[in-house]
């Protein structure tokens, strides 16, 4: 059984920062993408970030560009999203995602394992 274990949400100003982070354990995915997806209440879930196991190609949502950075360390097996410039819209439960293939994607549906995703709530 593969786990996905995120950390790094919390409650935070608008304007401030957070690093997200993403262990996957069960087993090691060497040449698999990685993604971050987001969900609000009463929201459908969103795709925010993803790289592709190399890490050499990232991609973002527009609301994502400029202010967040995906990143991994495929040494300790894990992924981080850097959220910086927080704003209220961006209140949601953060996701972890893995697509066992080397490509990333973007639709949900192209992932393979979920964590259970953390917290992030921005007040203004």
């Known amino acids: 059984q593969v786990q996905l274990v995120e950390s790094g949400g919390g409650l935070v100003q608008a304007g401030d920062s957070l690093r997200l982070s993403c262990a996957p354990s069960g087993r090691t995915f060497s040449s698999s993408a990685m993604g971050w997806f987001r969900q609000a209440p009463g929201k459908e879930r969103e795709f925010v970030a993803a790289?592709?196991?190399?890490?050499?190609?990232?991609y973002y949502a527009d609301f994502a560009k400029g202010r967040f950075t995906i990143s991994r360390d495929n040494a300790k097996n894990t992924v981080y999203l850097q959220m910086n410039s927080l704003k209220p819209e961006d209140t949601a439960r953060y996701y972890c995602?893995?697509?066992?293939?080397?490509?990333?994607?973007?639709?949900?549906?192209?992932?393979?394992?979920w964590g259970q995703g953390t917290q992030v709530t921005v007040s203004s």
């Open positions: 995602a893995v697509r066992t293939a080397i490509d990333a994607g973007t639709r949900h549906d192209l992932y393979d394992y």
């Open positions: 790289i592709t196991w190399s890490g050499r190609s990232t």
